[in-house]
């Protein structure tokens, strides 16, 4: 019911652009926010960014909002993640999610999760 599966990571060099799909469920796309994370080795899990059902956006910060771009295809029930311009501190496991109410930033916010998809930026 809350399945969602990423794809499109990859390892990388700094510089390059990367876009990252989760494909959810036909419900799920439809009335969850949808959000994006990410987890380094060592680090707590981070928010990068979100979308609502209706298209609204959040972004973690003005320097993710200058290079990470989310997106929604109805069409395809996917939630797109595009990375640009990446950097060897953007390497992590990036996991979309979804979930409904709470605060966006918040992983506890989020019910459903993918298992992830690694992406490696090398210097």
């Known amino acids: 019911q809350g399945q969602l599966v990423e794809s499109g990571g990859g390892l990388v060099q700094a510089g390059d652009s990367l876009r990252l799909s989760c494909v959810a469920s036909?419900?799920?796309?439809?009335?969850?926010?949808i959000g994006w994370f990410r987890q380094a080795p060592g680090k707590e899990r981070e928010f990068v960014t979100a979308?609502?059902?209706?298209?609204?956006?959040?972004y973690n910060a003005d320097s993710m909002k200058a290079r990470f771009t989310v997106s929604r295809d109805s069409g395809k029930k996917t939630v797109y993640l595009q990375m640009d311009s990446l950097k060897p501190e953007d390497t992590a496991i990036y996991y979309c999610a979804a979930g409904q109410g709470g605060r966006w930033s918040q992983a506890l916010s989020y019910v459903y999760w993918g298992q992830g998809t690694q992406v490696t930026v090398s210097s």
């Open positions: 036909e419900r799920t796309f439809r009335l969850y926010t």
């Open positions: 979308t609502s059902s209706s298209g609204s956006r959040l």
